[in-house]
């Protein structure tokens, strides 16, 4: 699977981005995903996450009522709406793709997930 991230951008503070990551190869809906970011001189921490098949989700408490995350089966790709963004959003935003879970987890885990895109850069203005 490889996963292509895009949609980051310049934006000031309150405003609104979409993330896209698209999956390339089969059987994308039987894949756990995932949305993480990474801020400079931080570590990796998960922001949301979205179960196979049920489509169930999950939200670190930072980000809750804010982004919501969504998938396309059809077109094989994964969403994250970010709406009132704040400056600590500002990070690298990576899509990541585990094969382990069930139908109704997720893992917050980075180590858990298989595959990775290249990430897309999220800087929101003050």
């Known amino acids: 699977v490889q996963l292509v991230e895009s949609g980051g951008e310049l934006v000031q503070v309150g405003g609104s981005l979409r993330l896209s990551c698209v999956a390339s190869?089969?059987?994308?809906?039987?894949?756990?995903m995932g949305w993480f970011r990474q801020a400079p001189g931080k570590e990796r921490e998960f922001v949301a996450g979205?179960?196979?098949?049920?489509?169930?989700?999950y939200y670190a408490d930072s980000v809750k009522g804010r982004f919501t995350i969504s998938r396309d089966i059809a077109a094989n790709t994964v969403y994250l709406q970010m709406n009132n963004l704040k400056p600590e959003d500002t990070a690298i935003y990576y899509c990541?793709?585990?094969?382990?879970?069930?139908?109704?987890?997720?893992?917050?885990?980075?180590?858990?997930?298989?595959?990775w895109g290249q990430g897309t850069q999220v800087t929101v203005s003050s």
């Open positions: 190869g089969r059987y994308f809906s039987t894949y756990a």
């Open positions: 979205i179960s196979k098949s049920v489509s169930r989700t």
């Open positions: 990541a793709a585990d094969n382990g879970r069930t139908d109704y987890s997720v893992s917050r885990l980075s180590g858990a997930f298989d595959y």
